[in-house]
């Protein structure tokens, strides 16, 4: 099978899901636009992630916080100082790599030796620099004496923040989680591999404020959760979902202990959500830089401490390209493409086709779809012959299809056809509502 980044890039643009950023000017690098129907998976799949944190979890509560905040927070981060890239580049042609893709260890390499993937030259590398990650940007009206700011690399820091807060006015109760998911923006380097890493993206990010000592047996329990929404709630094939624990070279500045559940790509297996120990690092820094004592008050055991946070963090946009790299199955004996998304996540559930133009078969095609639309997003197409509007529709992952043809109108019946096995079923629409219904709705 084809299942290559390139083929799936194709039929993201083919059928409106994504698009390459700015394109009728040659291009945005590491942007991308989301189309009619990526917009729709794409918020599928954010509105299941905050079900689960905010609905399924009653100590879990959702915030919005700014993508600007004020420049201190960043330097309590660390990102300021810390959040960094070491770069070499090829003086030779001028290409530019991060020095991790030579070696972990690159600290102890002799770039003299090292070669020029793109040139071929030896010896032509430049020592490595380290590069700031994040978008600066001025607040006021003349630049020179504005307030410099940042765009927020991570929306972790907004919820830190406004802990205290969300804390006293729900009269949350350690162990309690606060859910943020936007847009995280970061001045990447070298972004590849369509929407695995661009320069602006959106995280699904929950903190969970704990106990001190309770941490390593609740960072196991979200572990064990967040793999369980990938394998079993999103559908995505296990055998292509593994654990993998940060070694101490990789440890970000803020953690104890970290995990990424990594996918199988066809690039490789990369990270799609990290599940990290942050201790009290971030909130012991904001009292530094703030000079406010943002500890927690334990009513039941009359102490005060400062809570440890345990932080799972995952990339809306690459968890839609797992979805869209699981989904992808070419259908070698039909001749066709078929996106199995799972119907939950689907961006259309189902599409309804009239099977001629005449007869009086678009109008009760029509007034079907009215009727169907109240319960879930529904598209009507009556272009072309029937097989070429499933074939569409299949490379669009819509998973049902209804077809009204001319016993419809006298028996009030209709052709439903599942999408994977092209099976159909002769059904009253009372009969279809229930069976699309039941699929639509998390397990
Ligand atoms: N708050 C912790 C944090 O930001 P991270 O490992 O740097 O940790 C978390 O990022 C997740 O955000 C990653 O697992 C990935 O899914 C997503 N992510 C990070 N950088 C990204 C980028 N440049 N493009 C797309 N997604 C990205």
């Not at 993201?12 to 700015?22: H, L, P, T, V, Y």
């Amino acid at each position: 099978m084809n299942k290559t980044i390139d083929n799936i890039v194709s039929l993201c643009k083919r059928r409106g899901i994504i698009f390459q950023s700015s394109e009728i000017y040659g291009g945005f690098s590491a942007v991308y636009d989301y189309g009619p129907l990526g917009v729709e998976l794409k918020n599928n799949i954010s509105k299941f992630w905050w079900k689960e944190m905010t609905q399924i979890h009653e100590n879990i509560v959702g915030l919005d916080s700014g993508i600007l905040m004020h420049p201190s927070i960043w330097e309590a981060s660390g990102h300021v100082g810390a959040f960094n890239d070491p770069l070499v580049d090829c003086k030779k042609c001028k290409s530019r790599y991060r020095a991790d893709e030579f070696s972990d260890d690159f600290s102890s390499i002799n770039w003299n030796e090292i070669q020029c993937p793109n040139c071929g030259t030896i010896g032509d590398m430049t020592e490595p620099r380290q590069f700031n990650l994040m978008f600066k940007t001025h607040v006021g009206p003349v630049q020179e004496t504005g307030t410099e700011a940042y765009l927020r690399p991570e929306t972790a820091q907004g919820i830190y923040v406004n802990y205290q807060l969300i804390q006293g006015a729900m009269r949350m109760k350690i162990p309690f989680g606060i859910a943020q998911i936007g847009k995280a923006f970061r001045n990447e380097i070298i972004a590849r591999n369509f929407i695995f890493r661009t320069r602006e993206f959106e995280q699904m990010e929950m903190q969970y404020f704990v106990k001190p000592g309770t941490d390593d047996a609740i960072l196991e329990n979200w572990k064990e959760k967040r793999f369980i929404f990938y394998s079993k709630y999103l559908g995505i094939d296990k055998s292509k979902l593994r654990f993998h624990k940060h070694g101490d070279n990789e440890l970000a500045h803020y953690a104890k202990e970290a995990w990424d559940i990594e996918y199988n790509f066809p690039f490789g297996w990369s990270e799609i959500e990290g599940i990290h120990n942050r201790t009290d690092y971030d909130l012991s820094q904001h009292e530094k830089f703030s000079g406010k004592n943002l500890s927690y008050f334990d009513q039941p055991n009359n102490e005060r401490f400062l809570p440890y946070i345990i932080e799972t963090s995952a990339g809306l946009n690459r968890m839609l390209l797992t979805v869209l790299v699981d989904a992808y199955w070419e259908d070698i004996e039909n001749k066709r493409i078929v996106m199995k998304f799972d119907p939950m996540i689907a961006p259309v559930k189902a599409v309804i086709c009239p099977l001629t133009k005449k007869d009086g078969l678009p109008e009760k095609a029509r007034d079907i779809t009215m009727k169907l639309k109240s319960h879930f997003k529904v598209i009507y197409d009556q272009q072309g012959s029937i097989g070429k509007r499933y074939y569409r529709q299949d490379e669009a992952g819509t998973p049902f299809g209804v077809t009204i043809d001319h016993q419809s109108l006298s028996d009030g019946t209709f052709t439903l056809r599942y999408r994977d096995t092209q099976e159909q079923d002769r059904l009253s629409l009372e009969q279809i509502i229930s069976i699309i219904n039941k699929s639509v709705h998390p397990k």
